[in-house]
């Protein structure tokens, strides 16, 4: 019969680690894994001013008729602005409402292989897990750049700029806006100086997936990489979430920016990336962009919303510092990088081993590679976490 022949698709490693850690019936269970930021009482809130705009919408909207192939054109700008700032020209910047990044980066993956189905998409080594099944589901070729020394839980500079000077123009090269995923490594200003220098010398094509703004020095602080390299390099492709700086997970909001090296070049890219959408889904959900719009576009909400997305990132920088001395104080070594990583994620450099006796022994799931949500940690799990680490790496 017509589906005999399938076999299981292997499960996704961070939605399956997430599930395991709910069936996990252990009280003390820790679910380190899935992205997600959770306050000192362990839980997802919902933003004050994403409820506020949610009443407003509910008072407000007098149709569910259909929004436009671009999605909200007000959400488009406002996101536009909130990534790229207000200092430089957007005549070439297009911006297309998509189901999160993750449906950014699938469009923008097609919208590659539509035009260069033989390109290469480089890959910092390690990279967030659904990046490679995204680029290889669109028919890509996907390999990657040196980028994390596990020793000195640093970016290996050297060795990422040596591969990137070798690239050409049938390349792409995906760049994390700010707070990496996996290793909360980023890049500093000076090495965007440089890639950008690279990436117009040799003409790799610059892909950057920015789902953490505001979670790593501040939401101009993070943007500073990505505002340098998009305004001096010919054309780019970006990919943005509001799952996590304005808490709208479930709801699925994002944007694909574009910019070709003409605004020809740049409509047509934006034309194919609607064809393609219409190909698969139509249109993005409306109500989550409509919510980020309504924020945007008023200046109390606005500011409430940055009031509370600071207290996120205050939190998670006290965790880090908390956990920085909990591990010092149980282990004779440095681990100050804890505190160097930006946003919700540390790579620790785990065994295998340590991490699967972890979630065994201790019921604390951390993902395979061994990242670490520290979004995930409330103040009082901190030593218990350190502790746990301490007794399954001592033998
Ligand atoms: C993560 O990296 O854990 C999140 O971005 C969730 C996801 O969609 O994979």
Not at 211 to 216: K, L, N, S, V, W
């Amino acid at each position: 019969m017509f589906f005999n022949a399938l076999s299981a698709a292997a499960p996704d490693p961070i939605m399956a680690l997430s599930s395991l850690c709910q069936q996990d019936a252990r009280p003390s269970k820790l679910d380190l894994g899935i992205g997600v930021y959770r306050n000192e009482a362990g839980n997802t809130p919902i933003f004050e001013a994403v409820k506020m705009a949610e009443q407003t919408l509910l008072h407000q909207q007098d149709s569910k008729a259909y929004v436009g192939m671009q999605g909200n054109l007000r959400f488009n700008q406002a996101m536009t602005t909130l990534i790229l700032g207000d200092q430089q020209p957007y005549d070439r910047v297009r911006t297309l409402q998509t189901p999160g990044a993750s449906g950014a980066l699938r469009l923008l993956a097609d919208l590659i292989a539509r035009t260069q189905p033989h390109a290469t998409v480089w890959l910092s080594d390690p990279s967030y897990t659904n990046h490679e099944p995204i680029f290889r589901a669109a028919g890509l070729k996907v390999r990657h750049y040196p980028y994390f020394d596990l020793a000195t839980k640093q970016i290996n500079h050297h060795a990422m700029m040596s591969q990137f000077a070798q690239l050409d123009t049938s390349d792409v090269v995906l760049l994390h806006g700010c707070c990496h995923n996996p290793t909360g490594a980023d890049l500093t200003f000076t090495q965007w100086q440089q890639v950008t220098e690279l990436a117009l010398h040799r003409g790799f094509l610059p892909f950057i997936d920015m789902a953490y703004q505001g979670f790593g020095q501040s939401l101009v602080q993070d943007a500073k990489g990505v505002r340098y390299l998009t305004e001096h390099v010919p054309s780019y492709l970006l990919a943005s979430s509001c799952s996590k700086n304005f808490g709208l997970y479930r709801e699925r909001v994002g944007v694909a920016m574009v910019a070709g090296e003409t605004e020809t070049v740049s409509d047509h890219m934006l034309s194919q990336l609607i064809c393609l959408a219409r190909n698969s889904y139509t249109m993005s959900p409306d109500h989550g962009a409509a919510v980020v719009a309504h924020i945007l576009n008023d200046i109390a909400l606005k500011d409430n919303w940055q009031n509370e997305l600071y207290t996120l990132n205050q939190r998670i920088r006290h965790t880090r510092s908390a956990l920085r001395q909990a591990l010092e104080t149980r282990f004779d070594k440095d681990f100050r990088f804890i505190e160097q990583h930006q946003g919700m994620f540390t790579m620790m450099g785990l065994s295998a081993d340590s991490i699967k006796r972890l979630r065994t022994e201790k019921a604390i799931y951390l993902l395979d590679n061994g990242r670490l949500n520290i979004a995930g940690l409330t103040s009082s799990q901190v030593d218990h976490f350190a502790e746990s680490l301490r007794s399954v790496t001592e033998e």
